[in-house]
C-alpha cells in the first residue's frame, strides 16, 4: 500500500513500503508546502559497492514542474509498482518509497538506499543543478533508472538526461489515446519476454525527435500503420521501449504508459515488471544486443593481384566449416582485363573460371582451392549475349570433418551443344584435402544432372542447404528470358531457338515435369547416388494420358531465382528467396509488377511464379497465336499449366501464399479485389503491409536464420537477442531491405506477414566503402556473421569483391553476476 501526504492540490510525499510495512505517522504528516531539513548534497557513491542495501528498494519520483492537479496517471503508475513489488517469488520482491521532492537527489545517504529510481514525472525543469548532479552520481555508482511516458520531457535542457532518456518527444506527437499496434522484437529481455509478438492496447504515442535505434537497444516498435502518427511520424521505425547501460549504471525507458488505465493491463505490468527486475538488478538482461558500436565489419580478403582471382573469383555463395574455415566460390567472370568470348562458333565461347577460395581465420590466408572449367563468363549486355550459368552454388557434407566431401552446383563448359545451344547442368560431390586445402578435381561423383537452355539468359539459382535429416536442398532458377513479356508474367509461349522455349516460364518453373524454377530435395548416398525422401511434392510416379508427368526431387515448384535458401536445423523449416520480373509498376492489364520474394516454407508446395506472386495475386494468361492478347486470369487455387511448351501436368497443386514481397512502390503491395478474387493493379488504390520494405533496383539475397550457441566460448559471436531471428536482404543497398525478422510460427507456413522487423543496415555496414552489392551471409561456427560483397561491376570481380566478417563485442548480459541484488524475503 502506499502513503499519501496531506494535501493542498497534489502530493508532496508519499512513501510505500511494498513488503506490508505500513509507514507511521500519518496524523504527522508535513504539512502540504513544508520541505525536511536539506541534507549535505550528495558527491560520492562507491562504484564498488552498487545503490541498494540487502532488501531491493525503488524510489518513484513524480515531481513535476506543471503546475494544477496531479496526473491520475501518478496515482495508478504507483499503485501498479507497489503491486509489482509485492507479487512474484520472494525473491524477486522489493520495497517502494515516492516522492515529489526532488531534494531526495542531493541526499547521498538517502538515495543510496535505493536499487533503482522511476521517473512518474510530468515534465519540465523537475530537478535543480546540484539535484541532476546527484542523480548523475547515483547512476556512475551503479544506479538503475526506468522512466514511463512523459518522464522523456523532463529535464529539457540537459544533454545527459537526453542520453539517459535516449529520445525526446516532438512538438507534433499525437496528443489523442489511439490503440496501436506494439512488435515486441526482444523476446528476451524480461520487459517483454512474456508478451505477444504483436501487442494490441492503447496509449499516447509519442514521435521522436530524433530515433534512437542502433544507440540504444530497442525491445518494442510501434507499427505506425496501425494509428495516426501525425506529421512528426518516424516511419516504420518506430522504437517505444528501450533500454541502454549508461553512465556506469542502468536505463530503461517506455513510451507507454500515458494513460491511467494502462496500469490495470496484465500485460503493461509485465513490461513494467520486467524493466523493474533488471535495473535493480535483481536480473541480468542484454541492453547491448543492437547498439551499432558494439558491432566490428572487417574485410578479411585483399584486393587481387592484376589479372588474378588469387583471393576471389566473382563473389556467388559461401559456405562454413565446423573448424571455422570460409569456403566461397566464383561464378566464372574473371576481371575485366581478362577476354570474354560470345561468339557462338568460337568453341571456347563462354568458358569461364569456377573457382573454390578457402580463407583460413587461423592465418588470415586464402588458398585457391580449385577451379572448374564451366559455361559462366560470356558478360553482360543483352539477354542473348549474357550468362548466369557457371558455379552458382557450395555446401559442405554434414559429416565434412570426417571425409571431406564438398558439393558443388555448377555448368560444366563441356556440357555444352553450341548447335543446340544446350548445356547440362549438375551436382557433383567431390573431396577436398584438409591438410593442402586443394579440391581433388579427379574424385567428382556427378549425383544429379538436368538439361538447361543456354541461348538466352538468365535465372540459375544456385543454392543448396541441409536439413537435420541430412536431405539436400537444391535451389534451381526458372532458366528463362527476362524479356518478352513486358516484365510480368514470364509466359510467352512464342520465341524459341531449335524448338526449346526460352520466354516460357510454364515450361520450366510451371512445369511438374522439370527441374528448373524448383527447390531440390534429395538425399544424397555414399556411393555418390541419392534416393527421394518422403513428403516431396511429387513421387515422381504421377502420370496423366499414360506417361510420366513428374519428378520426384520437387520440393517446391514455381519459383524464379532462389539464388539463395536456408534450412534452420533446429526446426528443419526451409526459408527462401527470389527476385521478380521487372514491370515497374503494376497493370490492370498484365497483373502485380516485380515482386522480389520471401517465403518460409514448412511443406513441399507451389509458390506460385508464373502464374501468382506475392499473396496469391494472379497474372493474366497469354497464349498463341497472339501472345501481345491477354486470356483471362490465373486461378491461383487450382492453377493449370496449358502451355504449348508443358510436357508435365496440367492441373497443378494450390498456390501458397509469400511471406514478404517488395516492389518499387513498397513492401507487400496489395488492391482490392472483384467478385473473382482479381485484385485491381491499380497503384493509387494499393495498400502496403510492410512499410520498412521498398525496392527499385532489387535482387532479393535470402540470408540465415540465426542460432545463439551458450556452450561457445567465441568472443566473437551474436548475442542470445538475435536467436531464431532470419535475416532478409537484397543485392543492393539503397532502399531495399537489409533486416531481421520475427515471423509467427502459427502462421509463416500459409504465407503470414512477419511481426517485427529491424533494419541491420547499421551493422552490416551499407555504401561504397561498406558492403555495398550483398551476395550471400551465412553464420559461422564462432557466431560471426560472414558475408560475400559482389563488387560493383557485373559478370566480373574488381576490388571491392570481398569476404567480409562481422562481429559482436559488446559483451555480455548486465548486471555482472557478482554484483546481482538479492531481493526482499
Same mark, same amino acid.
Given at each position: ?92 520482491? *522489493? ?9 531526495? *537527489? ?105 530515433? $534512437? ?161 564451366? *559455361? ?156 527421394? $525422401? ?63 520474394? *520471401? ?227
Amino acid at each position: 500500500m502506499h502513503l499519501r501526504g496531506l494535501r493542498t492540490g497534489k502530493r508532496i510525499r508519499a512513501t510505500v513500503v511494498a513488503c506490508g510495512t505500513l509507514v507511521a505517522g500519518l496524523l504527522s504528516a508535513p504539512a502540504a508546502d513544508a520541505r525536511p531539513a536539506p541534507e549535505p548534497p550528495l558527491t560520492t557513491m562507491s562504484v564498488k559497492s552498487p545503490p541498494g542495501g540487502a532488501n531491493v528498494q525503488v524510489l518513484i519520483f513524480h515531481g513535476s514542474a506543471a503546475a494544477g492537479e496531479e496526473s491520475p496517471v501518478v496515482d495508478a503508475g504507483i499503485e501498479a509498482i507497489e503491486r509489482i513489488g509485492l507479487s512474484g517469488p520472494a525473491d524477486r520482491r *522489493f520495497e517502494v518509497e515516492a516522492t515529489d521532492d526532488a531534494s531526495v *537527489f542531493t541526499d547521498g545517504a538517502r538515495l543510496s538506499r535505493y536499487n533503482a529510481v522511476v521517473f512518474l514525472t510530468g515534465g519540465g525543469d523537475v530537478l535543480d543543478p546540484e539535484q541532476e548532479a546527484g542523480l548523475e552520481t547515483y547512476m556512475e555508482a551503479g544506479g538503475g533508472f526506468v522512466g514511463v511516458h512523459d518522464a522523456a520531457r523532463a529535464e529539457p535542457y540537459s544533454d545527459w538526461f537526453t542520453g539517459l532518456i535516449g529520445a525526446r518527444p516532438a512538438a507534433t506527437s499525437p496528443t489523442a489515446v489511439q490503440r496501436a499496434t506494439v512488435e515486441v522484437g526482444d523476446r528476451r529481455h524480461p520487459a517483454t519476454g512474456e508478451l505477444p509478438l504483436e501487442w494490441k492496447r492503447p496509449d499516447i504515442w509519442a514521435n521522436w525527435v530524433k530515433n $534512437p535505434s542502433g544507440e540504444v537497444h530497442t525491445v518494442a516498435r510501434v507499427r505506425e500503420s496501425t494509428y495516426r502518427p501525425g506529421t512528426g511520424a518516424n516511419g516504420a521505425d518506430h522504437p517505444i521501449s528501450w533500454c541502454r547501460d549508461y553512465d556506469g549504471g542502468r536505463s530503461f525507458y517506455t513510451g507507454m504508459g500515458g494513460t491511467a488505465s494502462s496500469y490495470d493491463e496484465t500485460d503493461f505490468r509485465a513490461h513494467l515488471r520486467g524493466a523493474l527486475l533488471w535495473t535493480t538488478r535483481l536480473v541480468q538482461a542484454d541492453c547491448k544486443a543492437t547498439i551499432t558500436g558494439n558491432y566490428k565489419a572487417e574485410r578479411l580478403t585483399a584486393a587481387n593481384l592484376p589479372g588474378r582471382n588469387d583471393q576471389i573469383g566473382e563473389p556467388h555463395g559461401l559456405v562454413t566449416a565446423p573448424d571455422g574455415r570460409v569456403l566461397y566460390i566464383g561464378r566464372g567472370g574473371a576481371d575485366s582485363s581478362q577476354p570474354v568470348i560470345t561468339d557462338w562458333n568460337n568453341p571456347d565461347v563462354g568458358k569461364g573460371k569456377g573457382q573454390i577460395h578457402v580463407y583460413d581465420p587461423a592465418t588470415g590466408k586464402v588458398t585457391l582451392a580449385g577451379e572448374l572449367t564451366v *559455361f559462366g563468363n560470356k558478360g553482360g549486355g543483352d539477354e542473348l549475349v549474357k550468362v548466369e550459368e557457371g558455379l552458382l552454388g557450395i555446401e559442405l557434407d554434414p559429416r565434412f570433418e570426417q571425409n571431406g566431401w564438398v558439393y558443388l552446383h555448377y555448368t560444366p563448359h563441356s556440357g555444352v551443344d553450341r548447335s543446340t545451344r544446350m548445356a547440362e547442368r549438375r551436382v557433383s560431390r567431390f573431396t577436398l584435402d584438409r591438410a593442402t586445402e586443394r579440391l581433388d578435381l579427379g574424385s567428382e561423383k556427378v549425383l544429379l544432372e538436368w538439361p538447361v537452355q543456354v541461348h538466352s539468359c538468365c535465372h540459375a539459382g544456385g543454392g543448396m542447404a541441409w536439413d537435420s535429416k541430412d536431405n539436400l536442398y537444391i535451389a534451381t532458377g526458372d532458366n528463362n528470358s527476362s524479356g518478352f513479356s513486358d516484365g510480368y508474367s514470364g509466359n510467352n509461349p512464342q520465341p524459341n531457338y531449335k524448338g526449346v522455349s526460352f520466354a516460357d516460364a510454364r515450361r520450366t518453373a510451371g512445369n511438374t515435369h522439370n527441374l528448373n524454377g524448383k527447390i531440390l530435395r534429395i538425399h544424397p548416398e555414399a556411393d555418390g547416388t541419392y534416393t527421394l $525422401p518422403a513428403g516431396n511434392l511429387f513421387t515422381g510416379r504421377e502420370t496423366a494420358e499414360g506417361g510420366g508427368k513428374t519428378r520426384g526431387e520437387i520440393y517446391v515448384m514455381g519459383v524464379r531465382n532462389p539464388a539463395r535458401i536456408f534450412v534452420d536445423r533446429t526446426t528443419d523449416v526451409l526459408y527462401a528467396g527470389w527476385v521478380g520480373p521487372d514491370a515497374g509498376e503494376p497493370s490492370p492489364t498484365w497483373g502485380p509488377a516485380k515482386y522480389d520474394t *520471401f517465403a518460409v516454407i514448412t511443406g513441399a508446395g507451389n509458390r506460385g511464379w508464373p502464374y501468382c506472386m506475392g499473396n496469391k495475386q494472379p497474372y493474366r494468361d497469354r497464349n498463341l497465336p497472339d501472345p501481345s492478347k491477354p486470356l483471362g486470369w490465373y486461378d491461383c487455387d487450382h492453377p493449370k499449366n496449358e502451355s504449348p511448351n508443358n510436357d508435365g501436368l496440367v492441373n497443378l497443386p494450390p498456390v501458397t501464399g509469400n511471406n514478404i514481397w517488395y516492389s518499387p512502390q513498397g513492401g507487400a503491395p496489395d488492391y482490392p479485389r472483384d467478385a473473382n478474387g482479381v485484385p485491381s493493379y491499380r497503384k493509387d488504390q494499393a495498400t502496403y503491409g510492410l512499410p520498412w520494405l521498398k525496392g527499385g533496383g532489387q535482387a532479393a539475397m535470402n540470408g540465415p536464420v540465426y542460432r545463439y550457441d551458450a556452450t561457445s566460448a567465441s568472443t566473437a559471436k551474436w548475442p542470445a537477442y538475435w536467436d531464431g531471428k532470419w535475416f532478409v536482404g537484397d543485392f543492393y543497398d539503397a532502399d531495399q531491405p537489409r533486416n531481421a525478422v520475427v515471423m509467427d510460427p502459427r502462421t509463416q507456413g500459409t504465407g503470414g506477414l512477419p511481426v517485427h522487423s529491424e533494419s541491420l543496415k547499421k551493422i552490416v555496414p551499407v555504401g561504397n566503402d561498406g558492403i555495398k552489392n550483398l551476395m550471400d551471409w551465412k553464420f559461422g561456427p564462432d557466431g560471426a556473421l560472414y558475408v560475400l560483397d559482389y563488387g560493383r561491376g557485373f559478370f566480373t570481380s574488381d576490388a571491392k569483391s570481398a569476404l567480409w566478417k562481422v562481429t559482436y563485442r559488446g559483451g555480455g548480459p548486465t548486471p555482472a553476476a557478482g554484483l546481482l541484488a538479492r531481493g526482499s524475503l
